[in-house]
Structure formats: structure tokens, C-alpha cells
């Protein structure tokens, strides 16, 4: 599975940070929404093309004018 981007809602801190990722995997791709940092809880999205994960994306991304785009 590789990593093709990431999102940081721009905030420091355990309780308040929230991290997107899009990663593929052979034509596969996958929406992380993870709060809480490294060892925070994770939700897990799949879907069969970039479109659809990239329009979960926007959904996750809409709470919020200040998040970052890391890679």
C-alpha cells in the first residue's frame, strides 16, 4: 500500500489532531481519517477508484477551512 497523500487539520496535540490519508494499492484506494495523533483511532474507508476516495476526502476535509495538504 503506498501513501499518496496526507492532510493535517493544522492543530498540535493529542486530543485536538486530526490527520486524512489516501494511499492505493493496486488499483484499490483507501481513505485513513485518523484522530488523535500516532496513536490515535483510525477510521478506515475503501473504495474501487480515485474519484470516490477523493470525494470522501472532501467530506472529511469539510469541517474545517485550516487544513494543510503534507504531501
Known sequence: MERRKHWWNGTWGRLAR?????????????VESREGGADGCSR???YGDEDAAMECVRGLL????????MS
Do not use: A, I, N, Q
Open 18 to 30: 486530526h490527520d486524512v490519508y489516501l494511499y492505493e494499492d493496486g488499483g484499490r484506494w483507501t
Open 62 to 69: 469539510s469541517d474545517s477551512p485550516h487544513w494543510r495538504e
Open 44 to 46: 478506515w474507508y475503501e
